[in-house]
C-alpha cells in the first residue's frame, strides 16, 4: 500500500523524530533482522518469567516513553483533532523497530463515506493512522494490538496532582491526559514487539501495531477506515483501561439530550412563565429513576461480576437574560449487546414520552435528540484460544486472570461486526479518564508488557 506522510511544522517534526531515535536506539537487530537470543528463543522456551525479566530490565525505558508520548498533547476537539505529532512520533518509532509502516488519512480510504457504520461530520486533515507491520517467515497466526491516539480533552481545569501534559510519576502512577486512555496501552504493545525480537523468538504469524485516529466521542472512523484498507490480522488485542481484565465483550452507549424550551424573559409586568432551568430538575430525578430501573435487570453470563451499565448525565446548560428560553441536559445510555440499539432507542423515546405527560413540565416543549452515533455493543467467543492465554499469562504473573465483559463502550465492534477480525480488549488500570488528574498504574503497564508479548509468542510463533 502507498504510504502519505504527515506535514506539520518542521520543528515540531524534529522533535518528534529526536524523540523515536532515542526510543529506538540500542535495539540490536537491523531491519527484518532479529538479534539471536543467547538461548537458542523459539516459541516453547521463551515463557513469562523470561520475559518479565527483560521488561524488568527495561523498565525506565517504558516509563520514560509514555512521558513523551504524554508530553505531545493529541486531543480530539470534534470534528478536527491534533493527533499529528503523536503519529509522527509512533511512525518513527516504528519504522527504527525494523516495521513496514502505513501511514494514511481516513479520506484516503474511498469506501469509508460509503460504509454502514461510518459517521460523517468529522474532518481528518492531518490527522492520519499509522499501521506497522512486523511480518513473520510466513504460514503462522497473526495478531495485532488496536490503539488509538486521540485523547479527551485537558479540561476539566485545574488538574491538582499534575499537569495536564507533564508526564510526571507519583507512587507508582503516572499522570497525564491520555496515559490511562489509552497511551500506556499503545506504548505497552509497542514495547512487547521489541521484547520479542530482542529475545530472538522467530515468529510465523505477522503481528500489528496500529494507532488510529478519532476514536473519543463515538468517532470510529479511523478504526473502521484500517480494516477497510486491508489490516485485519488474525485476532486483535485492544488495549482500552480494563483493568487487567481480560474482556471478550463490551458495552454499547448512545448520547442523547432533551431540551425543555419555553418563554424567556423578565417578569417586569408579572409576567406568569416557568422557568426551563427549574424543569430541568424534574428532569435530572426522572433521568436517576429511568438510570436505576435501566441498571435493576439481571446481567448477562459475562458480565458476571461487574457493574451494570451506567445512566449518567453529561452536561447541562441553559443562559439567558433573565429567564432563559431553553435549558438543555444531555445524557448517556449504555446497553447490552442482547438489549440491541433499536430496543434502547425506543426505551428512551417512551422516557421522553413521560416527561411530557408529567405535570411539572405541561408548560415546556420537550425534544429529544441524539447527540451521538450508536457505539455498538459487540463480543467474540469467550473460550478463544487467545483470551485462554491471555488469562493464563496474567495468573502466571500472580494476577487473577479474569475473563469479564467490558464496563464501557469502544472501537471492538468495528472489528467484531464489520470485520473478519475478532477483538478483545485488556488494558491497564488507572482513573481519571477524561478528568482531571488522568493516570495510570505503572506497575499495570509494565504487566501489561509482559502479557502481550506472551501472546505474540505463543499465538504468532
Not at 510519576?169 to 496501552?185: I, P, Q
Not at 434502547?344 to 417512551?350: G, L, T, W
Amino acid at each position: 500500500m502507498e504510504s502519505v506522510q504527515i506535514r506539520c511544522p518542521q520543528n515540531r517534526i524534529a522533535c518528534a523524530t529526536q524523540i523515536a531515535i532515542t526510543f529506538t536506539k540500542g535495539i540490536r537487530q537491523k531491519r527484518g533482522e532479529p538479534a539471536p537470543y543467547e538461548g537458542g528463543g523459539n516459541a516453547m522456551n521463551v515463557d513469562i518469567d523470561l520475559i518479565k525479566s527483560w521488561v524488568s530490565n527495561h523498565r525506565d525505558g517504558i516509563v520514560h516513553s509514555i512521558q513523551e508520548l504524554i508530553r505531545i498533547p493529541t486531543e480530539n476537539r470534534p470534528p478536527t483533532g491534533d493527533e499529528y505529532v503523536g503519529q509522527l512520533y509512533l511512525k518513527g518509532i516504528l519504522e527504527g523497530m525494523g516495521a513496514d509502516v502505513d501511514v494514511f488519512s481516513p479520506d484516503d480510504v474511498p469506501e469509508l463515506r460509503h460504509h454502514a457504520a461510518f459517521y460523517p461530520g468529522r474532518d481528518y486533515t492531518n490527522r492520519p493512522n499509522v499501521v506497522a507491520r512486523f511480518c513473520g517467515s510466513g504460514g503462522g497466526r497473526s495478531i495485532g494490538f488496536s490503539s488509538h491516539m486521540d485523547t479527551a480533552s485537558r479540561d476539566p481545569l485545574p488538574w491538582l496532582e499534575s499537569e495536564p501534559f507533564s508526564g510526571e510519576v507519583k507512587n507508582g502512577r503516572l499522570y497525564g491526559r491520555g496515559s490511562y486512555d489509552m497511551k500506556a496501552g499503545l506504548l505497552a504493545s509497542v514495547w512487547a514487539v521489541r521484547a520479542v525480537r530482542e529475545l530472538g523468538v522467530p515468529l510465523r504469524g505477522d503481528v500489528m501495531v496500529e494507532s488510529v485516529v478519532d476514536e473519543e466521542w463515538g468517532g470510529s472512523n479511523g478504526t473502521l477506515a484500517a480494516r477497510l484498507r486491508g489490516h485485519n490480522p488474525d485476532i486483535v488485542v485492544i488495549p482500552e483501561p480494563s483493568h487487567m481484565v481480560v474482556a471478550p465483550a463490551h458495552l454499547g452507549v448512545r448520547i442523547y439530550r432533551i431540551t425543555l424550551s419555553g418563554a424567556a424573559g423578565m417578569r417586569f409586568g408579572g409576567e406568569s412563565f416557568e422557568n426551563p432551568a427549574m424543569g430541568a430538575s424534574v428532569v435530572l430525578e426522572a433521568i436517576q429513576s429511568f438510570g436505576a430501573e435501566h441498571q435493576s435487570r439481571p446481567l448477562p453470563a459475562i458480565y458476571a461480576g461487574g457493574d451494570p451499565p451506567p445512566v449518567d448525565v453529561l452536561a447541562i446548560h441553559a443562559q439567558g437574560y433573565g429567564v432563559p428560553r431553553s435549558c438543555s441536559i444531555d445524557f448517556f445510555v449504555h446497553f447490552f449487546e442482547e438489549e440491541g440499539a433499536a430496543a434502547v432507542e425506543s426505551k428512551v423515546y417512551r422516557f421522553a414520552d413521560e416527561l411530557r405527560r408529567h405535570p411539572r413540565l405541561s408548560q415546556f416543549q420537550i425534544d429529544l435528540e441524539p447527540q451521538s452515533r450508536f457505539v455498538e455493543p459487540s463480543s467474540m467467543p469467550a473460550d478463544h484460544p487467545c483470551i485462554r492465554l491471555a488469562a493464563e499469562a496474567l495468573k502466571a504473573l500472580g494476577r487473577d486472570g479474569v475473563v469479564r465483559g467490558a464496563p464501557f463502550a469502544c472501537d471492538g465492534y468495528v472489528f467484531n461486526r464489520h470485520s473478519p477480525t475478532q477483538a478483545f480488549i485488556l488494558g491497564p488500570g488507572g482513573a481519571a479518564a477524561h478528568a482531571a488528574d488522568e493516570y495510570v498504574l505503572i506497575d499495570d503497564v509494565l504487566d501489561l508488557v509482559s502479557v502481550y508479548a506472551y501472546l505474540i509468542v505463543k499465538w504468532a510463533g
